[in-house]
């Protein structure tokens, strides 16, 4: 099964300093990555995928083969970048799954 | 067009009723979802409907009943539910084909059984 593991539930970091949600893959084959986004009552989005390496609202995911990592970055966090973080791997057999999640909390 | 949209955006239901979630999309996706997410929890699987047939059920109770009448429409049947079924229900939709591809998701219903 294709499985990712998010190691931390909560991240909480100060407006303007770097954030990290750590996001590590354990299965072989292409790792089409992607990370999903829930703002407070909004619904589940997609924020980036690792095929098309762009950049969203600040934030980059670097797949890193070596580590089985793609983790999700912004330099300088924002308020409005509080959220649930979810990352997923490629959808297999049909089913698209989530990580645990990581709840970020940028404080003033 | 690229929403997902579900109704109702809320329903309280007692055990012995009977209601329905209702999903629509019209973007050409031939591949929908439901899953169920407690707060501050990831959205669990429930059910996959590929070209409107059921592809996957996630060992999910009978009193939870799926239904995709058209490409556009996917209905979740409720009856007799538990007070822990109370949830937010999500919907989404993707392309079938390709592991790459983005689900879009409804804003979801708020469901509580009482």
């Known amino acids: 099964a294709q499985r990712v593991t998010q190691p931390e539930k909560l991240l909480s970091v100060f407006k303007g300093a770097p954030v990290e949600l750590k996001c590590n893959y354990s299965?072989?084959?292409?790792?089409?990555l992607f990370w999903y986004v829930q703002y407070s009552r909004q619904r589940l989005q997609l924020l980036l995928r690792h095929i098309s390496r762009e950049s969203i609202k600040g934030f980059t995911a670097d797949l890193n083969k070596g580590e089985t990592s793609f983790h999700l970055k912004k330099p300088f966090a924002q308020e409005e970048d509080s959220a649930m973080y979810y990352c997923?791997?490629?959808?297999?057999?049909?089913?698209?799954?989530f990580g645990k999640g990581t709840l970020l909390t940028v404080n003033p | 067009d690229t929403e997902v949209t579900q109704t109702p955006k809320h329903l309280v239901m007692g055990m012995t009723n009977k209601k329905s979630l209702k999903c629509e999309q019209h973007m050409g996706h031939r591949a929908m979802y439901w899953y169920k997410q407690k707060a501050k929890k990831p959205p669990e699987l429930m059910f996959v409907y590929s070209y409107e047939k059921l592809s996957i059920n996630e060992s999910v109770p009978s009193r939870f009943s799926p239904e995709c009448p058209n490409s556009s429409l996917l209905n979740l049947h409720l009856h007799a539910l538990q007070p822990e079924d109370s949830a937010l229900y999500l919907c989404a939709s993707s392309q079938e084909r390709g592991t790459h591809t983005e689900a879009f998701f409804g804003q979801g219903t708020r469901l509580t059984v009482v």
């Open positions: 997923a791997p490629p959808r297999s057999n049909y089913k698209l799954t």
């Open positions: 299965y072989s084959g292409s790792p089409e």
